[in-house]
């Protein structure tokens, strides 16, 4: 808990809309004027849920081009507080959260305004580990986490298919640098595709909502972030 921080202000205006998905909920955004077939990329919140910020992020992916998907991994809810916040993580299901995030790879690639035949996942922190997840069960053609829970399980990470963008913070307690660096050698040892990118930075450094966001840092993480969705889905 003492890593997060709860958001401090409120989102810009949204321009998507709430879909319902898998008996769920998500929030769609989708570039203007654009036609299918669009690249997608599935957005995965952090710890506090889908809420105006994480759905403004999705904007901002719609905005590049991307048809963005925002799931909900809660179930509704949404974190007023790091005790909520803890509490509804450690609610979730793995394997309904998993199932959640496989209709979303499916329904970017069956609905007619999208269409997708190239698809992304984009997470932090909670959504970041679930961002990794994900491409190990479905053939994601990128992947970029910022700071969520990793494996180095070589025989596991084999089954990722597309390239890899880590975002870390160095001063990350919860991801530690130790971390890191399992993950980029076990990524490097099952033959896939990565970058990984280090800040001098805390845990959840790249919410600009937040009381310890590092602006350079994120700026540049998003830079990087920009990069890779252009170089993998968006060619």
Request: net charge negative; with cysteine; aromatic share 8%.
């Amino acid at each position: 808990k003492a890593m997060h921080q709860l958001p401090a202000d409120t989102a810009p205006l949204l321009s998507g809309q709430m879909i319902d998905l898998a008996g769920g909920r998500a929030y769609l955004s989708l570039p203007a004027g654009a036609t299918a077939p669009l690249p997608a990329v599935i957005v995965i919140h952090e710890w506090w849920g889908l809420n105006a910020n994480v759905s403004h992020w999705a904007d901002r992916l719609a905005a590049e081009g991307y048809a963005a998907l925002a799931v909900d991994l809660y179930g509704g809810a949404v974190a007023t507080s790091a005790d909520d916040a803890m509490t509804y993580m450690k609610a979730v299901d793995d394997g309904q959260a998993l199932a959640t995030l496989t209709a979303a790879y499916d329904f970017l690639g069956s609905d007619p305004r999208i269409l997708a035949t190239r698809r992304a996942a984009i997470g932090w922190c909670f959504g970041g580990g679930w961002s990794l997840q994900l491409s190990l069960a479905r053939p994601l053609d990128a992947t970029v986490i910022y700071y969520g829970h990793l494996i180095d399980d070589v025989a596991r990470l084999k089954s990722i298919k597309g390239p890899v963008l880590g975002i870390f913070g160095n001063k990350d307690r919860g991801i530690p640098p130790a971390a890191v660096d399992a993950f980029d050698r076990a990524l490097t040892e099952a033959g896939v595709q990565h970058d990984i990118h280090r800040y001098d930075a805390e845990h959840a450094f790249a919410n600009p909502s937040n009381a310890i966001y590092d602006q350079p840092a994120a700026t540049d993480a998003w830079e990087q972030t920009r990069a890779f969705l252009r170089s993998t889905i968006a060619k």
